[in-house]
């Protein structure tokens, strides 16, 4: 991106949140570039387009140099192109104009392997529990654990994370020196030591209301796929679960009792077609890379015939994976009449654990079940 | 149907279970009344299929007066084409050779508005809780329980239904004479009082194991959807949603704890495609008659602005439902900038709170969010 484009966008993120209409379609239309032009001109873009309450804003946003303001605070600036820029966050509704970065970590390359956790502030010890041992698993899995550095889900879930030795992004409503909430400091400390911290908002900004339902959209913009924990019915984790909806990407909820009303939000997204996860190895599977990552089927205990009726068992024992008996040879073996052994077969294939062949019958891979 | 094919398949069910594929396969091409007549005559139906295990038992059963033993019972036997005959049994891979019933209800009529609720016999305080408080609420509705008079989930409803005079089926695995397990004899005994007692085994047949897992299908086949409460991976409710699934009837299941060994069948019939439901309505909803058992959207407080940001809502309060307002109007009554008034309308409109006409801006209908 050049250079005066990517000034103007710096300066663009000081003049206008990226959710107001009037100025994303006057970028659309005429660049960035041309929205301070015209901002600074009379404050009137073509179409009419009325830009007069930036141009009040542009001389004061000019005199700010955010370039050295990210310098001090050991940022960085990105705009769409830069190597870092994760490229899906194009894709969404109101891309953000440029976002800030501070911290270690190459936001790229920790977005191409990653998974939001978010959930309700008020959490429950249920909630906390399962977002600390599915950011642990996680992890272990090579993903990097982005959420919103709120209280409840957001904090357990880079908690954990970092307690695991992990990669943890946390992406912030106001301005990336601006930790919020304020009792969450130190964690977010140590996510700028060892992650990254990202926001749209200029350095200074204050975390305004608008600005956490917006700073979803880059939660879900950023994350290969988003996971709710617990949230209420009207929690703003749902909107990010509708922002990783739009823009195609897995949603996926951690089901509950049905007696919590912290769960009902996740049962409510599970209802709209979220898929229901309960394990690190089910998120992979959805948000990982193909083939690396399948979950394996959930079983019982490994030795199929366990539980199985004494019948049953009995026939499934004689039975070979990979060669076929015939009917008559299972009934000798396994003592039973042949209505017996019939009827055992049946049941066994109605469960997924035999299967008749032309010549007989044989046991199916206990993964087929 | 005709007295003899009745007589036949009564008869039928003393000799052999409606899962011999090799008798179901000589009933499908020469009826029932020939498998009686080549197991007479020399054990040999036509295609060389071998009956003689049969013919050794038919002299013995036709000894039995099954309708006198139905009388002294106070039981009926119904065959196909009996008016009380749930249709839909026809349509299972093995139907019941016939039923035997006991109780007053009619057992087609209560077939018509039913649901089966079942699930683990080891249940936990949570399954029994939300169990009760499920049927409790299908009663309310007008829904028949059906279930399988099992410890655990199968007896909570059927309590939980009768106690809320509601009606009951539970599909015995023996006899309906039989009461099993002995501890639910007098659950089973009330059910016989009130509702219906069903069994595809002759009266003195023992709950073998394999009758179990048959059982299920006729549980799947009465009514009209199956809901698991709780349920391990390889528990047996798990093949009565397997029965319903391929009956093409709604499988639902009910959430809870990732923690809890019983709710991971649920999960992973839910994972599978099942449903996820937590109440009555969601249940009558997929199961009831369309149109009149829509389950009201879940929503929080009726309240909608409740818990909005400040943003919000002050602009949403000055929308009206059924006409719109222009922005400046919005704008200048909210007090609130036009970047602010045109952030918190995109806002409201993403939540589905209010939405853009041709001609400005109006609030949507709550039920539509």
């Given at each position: 991106m050049r250079h005066e484009e990517r000034r103007a966008r710096v300066l663009l993120s000081r003049l206008a949140e990226p959710y107001d209409e009037r100025v994303q379609q006057v970028v659309a239309e005429h660049g960035v570039e041309a929205v301070v032009g015209y901002a600074l001109r009379d404050g009137r873009a073509p179409g009419?387009?009325?830009?007069a309450r930036l141009a009040t804003r542009v001389e004061r946003a000019r005199s700010v140099d955010d370039e050295r303001i990210a310098g001090r605070l050991g940022a960085r600036i990105l705009v769409p192109?830069?190597?870092?820029?994760?490229?899906?966050?194009?894709?969404?509704e109101h891309p953000p104009w440029c976002l800030w970065v501070a911290g270690p970590g190459d936001l790229a390359a920790l977005a191409e392997r990653s998974v939001a956790v978010v959930g309700a502030r008020a959490s429950t010890a249920y909630g906390d529990h399962v977002t600390a041992g599915l950011c642990v698993d996680l992890v272990a899995r090579g993903f990097t654990v982005v959420s919103?550095?709120?209280?409840?889900i957001d904090a357990t879930a880079h908690r954990a994370t970092l307690s695991a030795d992990g990669s943890t992004v946390a992406v912030l409503?106001?301005?990336?020196d601006v930790p919020y909430p304020r009792a969450n400091t130190e964690l977010i400390d140590r996510i700028r030591r060892t992650g990254a911290l990202v926001s749209e908002?200029?350095?200074?900004g204050a975390p305004a209301r608008m600005r956490f339902l917006a700073r979803n959209r880059i939660i879900a913009g950023v994350a290969r796929g988003t996971v709710v924990v617990e949230a209420g019915l009207r929690s703003g984790a749902r909107s990010t679960m509708k922002y990783a909806r739009d823009l195609g990407r897995p949603v996926m909820a951690v089901p509950g009792s049905v007696e919590s009303l912290l769960s009902q939000g996740s049962h409510a997204e599970i209802r709209m077609g979220a898929e229901l996860i309960t394990d690190g190895a089910e998120v992979a599977e959805l948000v990982g890379r193909i083939g690396d990552d399948l979950a394996p089927p959930k079983h019982g205990p490994v030795q199929v015939a366990d539980g199985l009726p004494e019948d049953l068992r009995r026939v499934w024992q004689w039975l070979r994976p990979r060669s076929s008996s015939v009917v008559d040879e299972v009934m000798a073996r396994s003592g039973l009449s042949l209505r017996e052994t019939l009827g055992a077969l049946r049941q066994l294939e109605h469960q997924g654990l035999a299967e008749e062949l032309l010549d007989g019958w044989q046991r199916r891979p206990t993964g087929a079940r």
């Open positions: 009419g387009v009325d830009l192109g830069d190597p870092e820029w994760p490229d899906d966050l194009d894709q969404l919103g550095a709120a209280f409840g409503a106001g301005g990336v908002t200029p350095p200074g």
